[in-house]
C-alpha cells in the first residue's frame, strides 16, 4: 500500500511545477514579465491555500473517503493542465487554471498523508516520508520532461505532466483505509478552532511554517539562480537537469530521514535538517558562479537537507492531533504553509534585482531559524512522549 499511494502522489504531483518548468518557453511566447511568471507557480500555491482552507473548514478530508477524494482531485488538475496545454495561449487564463490545479492538490497531499498514517503507527515517520519522497520526485518531473525534449516545446511537457497527473489519480482508486485509521467523522465547525488551540500541535506547525518558507521558493528559482551563476557557460539542458536532481534528491532524503526520526526523534531530525538547508541558504552566496563540480555536490546536499524534514512534522501532528481530525489538521497544515510559500516565491525575485541572484536566498534562511527553534520549544514539552514512540 505505501508502494502504490506513493506512486501515485509522485504521479499526481508532475502537475504541480508543470507550467513553473517550462516557463522560460511560456514568457517568451505570451512576452511576460519576471513577476507574471511567477504567477504561474504562485496561482498554484494560492490555490493550494484555497483548496486546503475549504477542505480544512468542511473537513473534507474527515467526511469523505480519502481514496475518492485524492482521484477526482487529481484528475481536475490534469484537465486543468491538459487545458492549458491545447487552448490558453495568454496570461489570465494560466494564472486561472493554475490556480484551479492547485486547489485540486490539496485534495490529493493531505489524503494521501492521513491514508499512510491509516496504515502505519510505528514506523510512521518512514512511511510519510516516502510519500513526502514521492511529492519531491513528482514535483521534480516536470524539469526532467523538459530536459529530455520539452526545451523549446512547452506543450509536450504540459501534455505529458497532465497524462501522468491522471494516471496518479486513477492508481489512488486502489488505496485501501488502514487498520490505523479513524473513521470518518461528522462535520464539526469547531474542529479547527480546537486544532488552533492546541499549543504542541501549533509548535509542529511553527517548524513546518519556517521550513516552507524556504522549500518552494528555492524550488522555484533555482534554475534561474543557476541560469544566472553559469553566464552562458553551461548548456539549458544541463541546468534542467541539476534543477530536477536538486528537486528529486530529495526523495531519497525524505524516505532515509523518516527511518531516522522513527529511531532518535522528530524534533532532533528536523532540527538538524533545518540547520543545514539554513546555512545552504547562506553558502549560495560564495558559490555563485563556481565550477561545475562544486556547484553539483553543493545542489544535491541543499536537496536532501531542505525536504528531509518535511514529513515529519506532518508525522508529528498525525500524533499529536485527535485522532478523528487528523485529516483536517493535517490539511491545515499544508494551508498555512504553502500561504507562506507565495511570499517567499514573489520576495526571491525582487531581492535578486534589487542585489543579484548571488544574494536572493539569503532571506530564506530566517525560515529554517524560526523552525528550528519552534521545534526545540516543543522537544521541550511532555507532550513530545507522543512523538515517535516517545522519542520526542
Known amino acids: 500500500m505505501l508502494a502504490l499511494l506513493a506512486t501515485a502522489e509522485l504521479l499526481a504531483m508532475t502537475l504541480w511545477f508543470s507550467a513553473s518548468a517550462v516557463g522560460p518557453e511560456l514568457a517568451d511566447a505570451w512576452n511576460l514579465s519576471g513577476a507574471q511568471t511567477a504567477w504561474l507557480t504562485n496561482a498554484v500555491q494560492l490555490g493550494f491555500v484555497a ?19 485524492f482521484a477526482a482531485s487529481a484528475l481536475v488538475g490534469a484537465g486543468a493542465t491538459a487545458v492549458i496545454a491545447g487552448l490558453v495561449d495568454s496570461f489570465l487564463p494560466a494564472v486561472a487554471l493554475r490556480f484551479l490545479t492547485g486547489a485540486a492538490l ?5 489524503p494521501g498523508m492521513k491514508l499512510i498514517a491509516g496504515w502505519f503507527d510505528t ?3 518512514f512511511a510519510i516520508g516516502t510519500l513526502v519522497g514521492a511529492l519531491s520526485v513528482g514535483s521534480a518531473m516536470p524539469h526532467l520532461l523538459r530536459a529530455v525534449g520539452g526545451i523549446g516545446d512547452p506543450t509536450a511537457v504540459l501534455y505529458g505532466a497532465a497524462t501522468l497527473g491522471a494516471l496518479g489519480g486513477l492508481l489512488a482508486l486502489a ?4 487498520p490505523h485509521q479513524a473513521p470518518a467523522a461528522p462535520f464539526d465547525p469547531g474542529a479547527v478552532r480546537r486544532i488552533v488551540r492546541d499549543r504542541p500541535t501549533m509548535l509542529a506547525n511553527g517548524g513546518y511554517f519556517g521550513h516552507m518558507w524556504e522549500l518552494y521558493a528555492v524550488w522555484t528559482w533555482i534554475p534561474l539562480y543557476l541560469t544566472a551563476g553559469f553566464s552562458g557557460s553551461v548548456d539549458t539542458e544541463v541546468i534542467a537537469l541539476l534543477s530536477f536532481a536538486t528537486i528529486a534528491v530529495g526523495g531519497l532524503g525524505a524516505a532515509a530521514a523518516g527511518r531516522v526520526a522513527d529511531r532518535i526523534g522528530r524534533t532532533t531530525l528536523t532540527s538538524a535538517s533545518m540547520t543545514v538547508s539554513g546555512a545552504c541558504c ?17 545542489l544535491l546536499v ?3 537537507a531542505i525536504v528531509a524534514d518535511s514529513a515529519q512534522f506532518s508525522a508529528a501532528v498525525s500524533e499529536l492531533a485527535a485522532p478523528s481530525y487528523v485529516g483536517s489538521a493535517l490539511t491545515l497544515q499544508t494551508a498555512v504553509g504553502f500561504l507562506l510559500t507565495t511570499v517567499s516565491i514573489q520576495l526571491t525575485p525582487i531581492v535578486a534585482d534589487a542585489v543579484g541572484w548571488q544574494y536572493a536566498f539569503v532571506p530564506l534562511a530566517a525560515g529554517p531559524l524560526v523552525g528550528t527553534l519552534s521545534m526545540l520549544r516543543l522537544r521541550a514539552r511532555p507532550e513530545a512522549a507522543d512523538l515517535a514512540g516517545g522519542r520526542g
Open 123 to 125: 514506523g510512521r515517520g
Open 282 to 298: 547562506l553558502l549560495a552566496v560564495p558559490l555563485f558562479g563556481a565550477p561545475l563540480w562544486m556547484v553539483t555536490p553543493f
Open 106 to 110: 490539496a485534495g490529493v497531499y493531505p
Open 302 to 304: 541543499w536537496g536532501v
Open 51 to 69: 483548496g486546503a482552507l475549504l477542505s480544512a473548514g468542511l473537513t473534507l478530508s474527515d467526511t469523505v473517503p480519502p481514496r475518492y477524494l
Open 175 to 178: 488505496a485501501r483505509p488502514g
